[in-house]
Each structure stands twice: as structure tokens, then as C-alpha cells.
């Protein structure tokens, strides 16, 4: 596929970034699948960085391309999508030149995925110490005694209880709750260095969830790794994010610190997802929530302008234009003609 451009018009192009601490760099990174009505344009220019030690949070609703960009970032697309990027880097090493057997060696290793769903992501015709062991004697190559230490060790380290006997166990006779951890303890085999969570505790239940949210956030600190959490839950956001990006429709809307998104959302899409949750001490008991009205919009064909503004109560006729990035890094950056949203919120209410 044709490289992308350098942006927008008058936008020059983002310079690399100097600080030894960013383990993932991405930069105008598109995905594009083919289909019988047309391309759909799952991913649209999306820029973000994962810094050593610390943990961003890339939320949106169900559809907006949260799976797809880190699938895209693992390479693991299937075979319709198409990736391109203008920076697709790995502690500076472009993974969009590198060769398949190249990538192939960073994931796993040194990049590692805990997949969505803990019920089918483990395979049923193997034990839980096979499919720990693999990745550590593919990627380190030593011996099996070395790997099912280190297997034991991280069962241990996750939580789980009685890590020798559990090895011999299949993945049917587990929990939950026991297969996610099983995941976590997998994608850390090989040690890390960057972390892509993909929902984790999404088919948990809430105690367990806490559980494991605790659990991310304190091997993120002991490792120090970079973590990329892919969510649609704010409850988990606030928990456990330093920063923040929010998509919708493909692209990302707002992206900055966890607590000043949270403190002051620019974006009205932003501020419906906020507005639509129950603040203790602000919302009254048994009192309306804000909802966000319409569907999104498909991402098939030639797009254009703000996906959002059909649904936007402060939308304009400049809305169907060429939307502008507001706001500057480091600090908290938007999509939209709005410098600052009105006091009212953004969502009509049901």
C-alpha cells in the first residue's frame, strides 16, 4: 500500500520522540479491511505512546477498533486488513519494515498479548504447563526443567495456589477467573517489555475483575513495563490508567491524563461516556443518567469530517469539514472545532 502522507495540510510531521523511556511509538497508524460494499476503515490515524512503567488505557465503546489496533500493533491482523503507519516503532525499531520472522521474534518475547477471552483463548487439548512452557523454550530456548520453574513461579506470582499440580490440568477444569490468570502469567513468560491487555476482565466477574486489576497493576510496577489496556469499562479507566485515549468510529478523540480527561473532557463524546456513569454524592438517588442518542456511523467508504456529529448536540455545518487537533503534547489533546465544551452536557438525556 501507498505510505501515508505527513498529515494534514499545514500539520508538519511529528518528530520522533527522543526519551529513552517510550517502548511503543505510533504514528498515523491506518487499517483498512476489504469488503463486498466497499473498504472499511477499521483504524484512522491513530497516535499514542506507551512509556515505560506506565499504563495507557485505549477505551471506547464496542465497534470503534480497539482490538484491531492492538492486533495491528502485534501483527496479528487477519489476512483482508491492511496496516500502514506513518511510526510503527518498538523501542525505536520500525515493526512496519521488520520482516515476518523478525516480528515473530519480538512477539511473545518481548512484546506480549493477553487476549479477550480467557474461556477460548487457552488451547482445550492441552495442558495449562505445555502451553506456558512453549513460549519460553521457543523465544529463550532452554531447558524444560528451566521453563516449568519459571512457569511455577509465575502461576505463584498471579495468585493462583497449588502452580505445580496445575500444570497438569487442562484448561476446562480451571475457573475463570484461574484461565486469566493463566493468561497473564503466559504473556509474562518471556519478560516483557511492553503489555497489551485486551479486555481482561471483561468476562469476569466484578470481584474477580478487582482481582485482577490489583494484579496488572502491581506486576506493571514490580516489572516496570510499558501497558497498553484495552477497555470499554470507565470504572477500570479510573482505576488503573495514567493515561488516557478514547476512541469512537476508528479514531482516537481525546487522548491525555487520566485525571484531567476524567477532571475536564473537551471532547463531547468524551463527556457523554462520563455523563452516562453515576457519581456518588452528584447523582441523585433513582435519578436519569445521560445517554448518548443515535448509532455510529459505518466506516465504509470515503469518510469525512466528524464521525460523531450526528449525534452531537453542539454540532455545526464545520463539523462535516477537516476536524482540527486541539490541545498540544504532553498535555491533553482533542478532535474537534470546540476549544472548550459549555457547561451542559453533551449527550441528551433519555
Known amino acids: 500500500m501507498r505510505p ?26 491506518d ?8 473498504t472499511l476503515h477499521a483504524v484512522r490515524d491513530l497516535t499514542f505512546q506507551a512509556r515505560r512503567g506506565e499504563t495507557l488505557c485505549i477505551v471506547g465503546e464496542s465497534g470503534c477498533g480497539k482490538s484491531m489496533t ?26 512496519a519494515a521488520a520482516t515476518e520472522r523478525r516480528v515473530n521474534a519480538l512477539r511473545g518475547s518481548r512484546m506480549a498479548m493477553i487476549f479477550q477471552e480467557p474461556m477460548t483463548a487457552l488451547n482445550p487439548a492441552y495442558t495449562i504447563g505445555n502451553q506456558l512452557m512453549e513460549p519460553y523454550l521457543h523465544h529463550r530456548g532452554g531447558h ?12 505463584e506470582k498471579v495468585g493462583i495456589a497449588s502452580a505445580a499440580q496445575r500444570l497438569g490440568q487442562y484448561p476446562h477444569q480451571l475457573s475463570g477467573g484461574l484461565r486469566q490468570r493463566v493468561m497473564i502469567a503466559m504473556a509474562l513468560m518471556c519478560g516483557p517489555e511492553l503489555l497489551i491487555a485486551d479486555e481482561p476482565s471483561t468476562a469476569l466477574d466484578v470481584t474477580i475483575q478487582a482481582q485482577i486489576l490489583r494484579l496488572l497493576a502491581q506486576l506493571q510496577r514490580e516489572l516496570g513495563i510499558a501497558m497498553v489496556l484495552i477497555t470499554h469499562d470507565l470504572g477500570v479507566v479510573a482505576r488503573i490508567a495514567d493515561r488516557v485515549a478514547v476512541m469512537y468510529a476508528g479514531e482516537i478523540v481525546e487522548h491525555g491524563a487520566a485525571s484531567e480527561i476524567f477532571a475536564m473532557p473537551h471532547h463531547p463524546y468524551t463527556r457523554g461516556l462520563l455523563d452516562c456513569i453515576p457519581v456518588p454524592g452528584r447523582t441523585a438517588p433513582g435519578g436519569r443518567l ?15 469530517g466528524c464521525a460523531f456529529r450526528d449525534r452531537c448536540r453542539h454540532a455545526q455545518p ?33
Open 290 to 304: 445521560g445517554t448518548i442518542a443515535g448509532v455510529v456511523p459505518s466506516l465504509v467508504g470515503e469518510l469525512k
Open 318 to 350: 464545520a463539523c462535516a469539514q477537516t476536524i482540527p487537533v486541539l490541545g498540544a503534547p504532553p498535555g491533553q489533546r482533542w478532535r474537534c472545532i470546540l476549544e472548550a465544551l459549555p457547561a451542559t452536557v453533551a449527550a441528551e438525556p433519555a
Open 31 to 38: 487499517v483498512d479491511i476489504a469488503t463486498g460494499q466497499g
Open 144 to 155: 524444560a526443567d528451566e521453563a516449568r520453574t519459571r512457569a511455577i513461579d509465575l502461576l
Open 4 to 29: 501515508l502522507p505527513p498529515g494534514p495540510p499545514g500539520t508538519p510531521p511529528r518528530a520522533a520522540p527522543a526519551a529513552a523511556d517510550v517502548v511503543l511509538d505510533v504514528d498515523g497508524l
Open 70 to 95: 492492538s492486533l495491528a500493533i502485534m501483527g496479528l491482523l487477519p489476512r483482508a486488513a491492511r496496516r500502514r503507519a506513518r511510526r510503527l516503532a518498538f523501542l525505536g525499531e520500525d515493526l
